[in-house]
């Protein structure tokens, strides 16, 4: 749908009943498109689980960091050692 701004005036309604459909609508100003309003639902994904991202547990066949306390340790120590 196209709207100019006289629209959102005068038909606020039609362009929420756009909107409600997931159509989206198209904002003109002077002639020129000046942007765009989607509907809420056409814009949002599905969450995703911490669990599925890829980047968990790229790092658990690593043997140094079986222990993190340790590793975490050791690496402050080189840091404290390098001052």
């Known amino acids: 749908m196209k709207a100019n701004f006289l629209d959102f005036r005068k038909n606020m309604k039609g362009i929420l009943k756009a909107l409600e459909l997931n159509e989206s609508v198209e904002v003109y100003y002077r ?3 000046k942007g765009v309003l989607i509907p809420e639902t056409a814009g949002k ?8 991202h890829p980047a968990f547990g790229m790092w658990k066949d690593r043997e140094d960091m079986k222990d993190p306390t340790k590793y975490i340790h050791d ?3 080189k840091l404290r050692h390098d001052l």
Do not use: L, W
């Open 45 to 52: 994904k599905k969450r995703m689980s911490v669990f599925d």
């Open 75 to 77: 690496m402050r120590r």
């Open 31 to 33: 002639g020129k498109k």
